[in-house]
């Protein structure tokens, strides 16, 4: 049992479904000119939980070739790779590399409560991440991780608390 009295369970629970990306040639520079946002972890900046925009963008064809995929405006991305655990959601339609995991949430969970328990997470993953220089987390050990399994009814108002406090901390 958490400390606000629901119970705890692995995170995985509340995931439908998750993908990862991939990253287009770079030797084909007609891959890097088009207009699909293409995030990488450098496009996840510390405390912040919105994506805005991404440092790169690619073309259709960029897309097509390789590996990545185009992932739904508001789907949670985790950083499973350097800046472990780090989650944000895309105000658009976004392409991603293969150190990100896009988690699609299962039918009864709120997608912003999803987001804040990511975000809660973080610590966690950072904890079991792996590597010597570069580190990073499995995808089975990152649906693993214990959060609190709030019930459908109250997910949207938890999540809701937890934007307002953060708006009021960010003094907007």
């Known amino acids: 049992m958490s400390e606000n009295g629901f119970p705890n369970g692995p995170i995985g629970t509340l995931i439908a479904s998750q993908t990862g990306g991939g990253t287009p040639s770079r030797q084909n520079p007609m891959y890097w000119t088009g207009p699909i946002p293409w995030a990488s972890v450098k496009d996840f900046a510390e ?7 991404t440092e790169e963008q690619i073309s259709v064809q960029g897309l097509q070739a390789s590996a990545t ?12 790779r350097m800046a472990v655990g780090r989650v944000a959601v895309a105000a658009m339609e976004v392409a991603i590399n293969q150190d990100l995991k896009a988690i699609f949430p299962a ?39 214990e959060v609190p399994l709030a019930p459908p ?7 809701e608390i937890l934007d307002t406090l953060d708006a009021a901390i960010r003094g907007s």
């Open 69 to 80: 995929h185009l992932i739904p405006a508001n789907t949670p991305i985790v950083c499973t």
């Open 47 to 53: 405390g912040q939980i919105e994506l805005l925009s």
């Open 107 to 145: 039918r009864s969970v709120e997608t912003r409560y999803l987001l804040r328990l990511a975000d809660y997470a973080k610590p966690k993953a950072e904890a079991v991440s792996v590597g010597s220089t570069v580190k990073g987390i499995k995808v089975a050990d990152y649906l693993n991780i």
């Open 153 to 159: 009814d109250h997910q949207s108002k938890i999540a």
